[in-house]
Protein backbone atom coordinates (compact mmCIF):
# COMPACT_ATOMS: atom_id res chain seq x y z
CA UNK A 1 0.00 0.00 0.00
CA UNK A 2 0.88 3.33 -0.88
CA UNK A 3 1.12 6.44 1.65
CA UNK A 4 -0.31 9.30 0.37
CA UNK A 5 0.48 13.27 1.54
CA UNK A 6 -1.46 16.43 0.15
CA UNK A 7 -0.11 19.56 -0.07
CA UNK A 8 -0.66 22.91 -2.20
CA UNK A 9 -4.10 24.23 -0.13
CA UNK A 10 -4.15 27.53 1.44
CA UNK A 11 -6.32 30.76 1.11
CA UNK A 12 -7.16 31.92 -2.68
CA UNK A 13 -9.62 34.61 -3.56
CA UNK A 14 -12.75 33.86 -5.46
CA UNK A 15 -11.44 33.82 -9.32
CA UNK A 16 -8.29 32.83 -8.64
CA UNK A 17 -6.13 29.32 -8.17
CA UNK A 18 -4.56 27.05 -6.53
CA UNK A 19 -2.41 23.83 -7.50
CA UNK A 20 -2.30 20.66 -5.04
CA UNK A 21 -0.08 18.00 -5.34
CA UNK A 22 0.00 14.37 -3.68
CA UNK A 23 2.91 12.53 -3.22
CA UNK A 24 2.71 9.10 -2.62
CA UNK A 25 5.22 6.98 -0.86
CA UNK A 26 5.47 4.38 -3.83
CA UNK A 27 5.48 3.79 -7.01
CA UNK A 28 1.48 5.09 -8.43
CA UNK A 29 1.43 3.36 -11.95
CA UNK A 30 -0.63 0.31 -11.08
CA UNK A 31 -3.26 2.79 -9.06
CA UNK A 32 -6.42 4.66 -10.20
CA UNK A 33 -5.46 8.09 -8.61
CA UNK A 34 -8.68 10.43 -7.39
CA UNK A 35 -9.32 14.00 -5.54
CA UNK A 36 -12.22 14.45 -3.30
CA UNK A 37 -13.25 17.13 -1.23
CA UNK A 38 -15.58 17.77 2.05
CA UNK A 39 -17.32 20.81 2.11
CA UNK A 40 -17.64 22.17 5.63
CA UNK A 41 -20.66 20.69 7.61
CA UNK A 42 -21.31 18.12 4.37
CA UNK A 43 -19.91 14.54 3.74
CA UNK A 44 -17.23 14.04 1.40
CA UNK A 45 -17.75 14.18 -2.18
CA UNK A 46 -15.72 13.39 -5.61
CA UNK A 47 -13.70 15.87 -7.55
CA UNK A 48 -11.96 14.05 -10.10
CA UNK A 49 -10.10 11.18 -11.08
CA UNK A 50 -7.51 9.93 -13.50
CA UNK A 51 -6.12 6.06 -14.47
CA UNK A 52 -2.43 4.85 -14.31
CA UNK A 53 -1.68 6.40 -17.66
CA UNK A 54 -3.29 8.94 -17.43
CA UNK A 55 -5.56 9.12 -20.54
CA UNK A 56 -8.59 8.77 -18.86
CA UNK A 57 -9.80 11.23 -16.61
CA UNK A 58 -13.30 12.58 -15.01
CA UNK A 59 -15.06 15.23 -12.98
CA UNK A 60 -17.92 16.53 -11.18
CA UNK A 61 -19.89 18.62 -13.03
CA UNK A 62 -19.02 21.55 -10.43
CA UNK A 63 -15.37 21.41 -11.36
CA UNK A 64 -15.35 20.60 -15.10
CA UNK A 65 -13.79 23.47 -17.51
CA UNK A 66 -11.74 24.44 -14.04
CA UNK A 67 -9.55 21.62 -12.49
CA UNK A 68 -7.73 19.65 -14.31
CA UNK A 69 -6.08 16.55 -12.97
CA UNK A 70 -2.74 15.40 -13.94
CA UNK A 71 -0.18 12.66 -12.93
CA UNK A 72 3.66 12.20 -13.28
CA UNK A 73 4.07 8.49 -12.75
CA UNK A 74 7.47 8.97 -12.38
CA UNK A 75 7.60 10.99 -9.28
CA UNK A 76 4.96 9.22 -8.02
CA UNK A 77 2.81 12.56 -8.05
CA UNK A 78 -0.39 13.52 -8.37
CA UNK A 79 -1.69 16.88 -9.15
CA UNK A 80 -4.95 19.16 -9.49
CA UNK A 81 -5.08 22.17 -10.47
CA UNK A 82 -7.54 24.41 -9.82
CA UNK A 83 -8.82 27.71 -11.48
CA UNK A 84 -11.55 29.81 -11.30
CA UNK A 85 -12.44 29.02 -7.09
CA UNK A 86 -15.47 29.95 -6.01
CA UNK A 87 -16.29 30.48 -2.52
CA UNK A 88 -18.41 26.70 -2.62
CA UNK A 89 -15.30 24.84 -3.63
CA UNK A 90 -14.00 25.53 0.08
CA UNK A 91 -13.12 21.93 1.89
CA UNK A 92 -10.59 19.72 3.13
CA UNK A 93 -9.29 18.10 -0.19
CA UNK A 94 -8.29 14.16 -0.05
CA UNK A 95 -5.98 12.63 -2.32
CA UNK A 96 -6.76 8.72 -2.74
CA UNK A 97 -5.49 5.32 -4.61
CA UNK A 98 -7.72 2.30 -6.05
CA UNK A 99 -6.32 -0.63 -7.34
CA UNK A 100 -9.24 -1.05 -9.85
CA UNK A 101 -8.00 -0.19 -12.94
CA UNK A 102 -10.43 1.82 -14.18
CA UNK A 103 -11.31 5.44 -12.84
CA UNK A 104 -13.81 5.87 -10.21
CA UNK A 105 -16.10 8.73 -8.52
CA UNK A 106 -16.97 6.29 -5.17
CA UNK A 107 -14.92 7.03 -2.30
CA UNK A 108 -15.75 3.03 -1.65
CA UNK A 109 -13.64 1.75 -4.65
CA UNK A 110 -10.59 3.83 -3.22
CA UNK A 111 -8.16 1.78 -0.25
CA UNK A 112 -5.88 4.48 0.34
CA UNK A 113 -6.44 8.12 1.54
CA UNK A 114 -3.86 10.90 2.68
CA UNK A 115 -4.68 13.29 5.49
CA UNK A 116 -6.03 16.15 3.57
CA UNK A 117 -5.10 19.51 2.65
CA UNK A 118 -7.50 22.80 3.85
CA UNK A 119 -8.60 24.89 0.92
CA UNK A 120 -10.37 27.94 1.76
CA UNK A 121 -11.79 30.64 -1.17
CA UNK A 122 -12.78 33.78 0.03
CA UNK A 123 -15.65 35.57 -1.57
Known amino acids: QVQLVESGGGLAQAGGSLRLSCAASGRIITYTMGWFRQPPGKEREFVST????????WYSDSVKGRFTIARDNAKNTVYLQMNGLKPEDTGVYYC?????????????????WGQGTQVTVSS
Open 96 to 112: AASRLFRISPRPDDYNN
Open 50 to 57: INWGGHST
